[in-house]
């Protein structure tokens, strides 16, 4: 998940979500990327009560009651009850994009994530390429895609925040935009 200001300065925090139960976590999470949060659940996907922690946890205390629009595809995590009326006692109105217009009305999808999503696999492709060079390193274990991952997200969100202000300026509309990739 990426959010993104106009002004490119990163308030609130990539959240990478693994698939499991988040076991390895205690073990895993001091070779973490610092400033990237990771949650963990049986499907890797995005649920409920993933985004209201996050928005709770981010996005408000991000925000400071500053009026700002939430802009975000018509799915039905974005639809619940307790995400729509979360938001709006924050001073944050919720525009949904109907199925099929992303690419007209949403310019994150259009202007941000291609770029980001490029550089986080040119990173992984590098950085899989110099391990494997390694002597040391014979075969890759589900904490090593992890970490791999956490390394090359949290590598990206800064080096497109340096690189990339002037397309987050001209991409994003309101004064803060979510996607998820």
């Known amino acids: ?3 993104v200001f106009t002004d490119g300065v990163p308030r609130v925090p990539p959240i990478v979500i693994f698939r ?3 076991d390895r976590l205690e073990r ?7 400033g990237v949060k990771v949650e963990f659940n049986q499907k ?3 649920n409920d009560q993933l985004f209201l922690q996050y928005i709770e946890k981010h996005l408000v ?9 939430f802009v975000i595809d018509l799915m039905e995590l974005h639809t619940t009850s307790t995400f729509l009326e ?3 006692t924050q001073n944050i109105p919720t525009s949904l994009i109907p199925g099929g217009c992303t690419v007209f009305l949403q310019p994150l999808d259009v202007a941000i994530n291609k770029a980001f999503e ?3 696999q040119e990173l992984t492709n590098t950085a899989i390429l110099d391990t494997e060079d ?3 390193f014979p075969q890759w274990t589900v904490s090593d895609w992890q970490i791999l991952t956490m390394t090359c997200v949290g590598d990206a969100f800064y080096q497109f925040h340096l690189e990339s202000s002037k397309i987050i300026s001209l991409g994003v509309s309101s004064s803060w935009t979510f996607s998820s990739s």
């Open 1 to 3: 998940m990426l959010g």
């Open 20 to 22: 499991g139960k988040g």
């Open 28 to 34: 895993e999470k001091e070779k973490y990327y610092p």
């Open 44 to 46: 890797a996907y995005m």
């Open 61 to 69: 205390q991000a925000l400071g009651g500053r009026p700002s629009l």
């Open 86 to 88: 979360k938001l709006p």
């Open 118 to 120: 490029e550089m986080i």
């Open 134 to 136: 390694a002597e040391t």
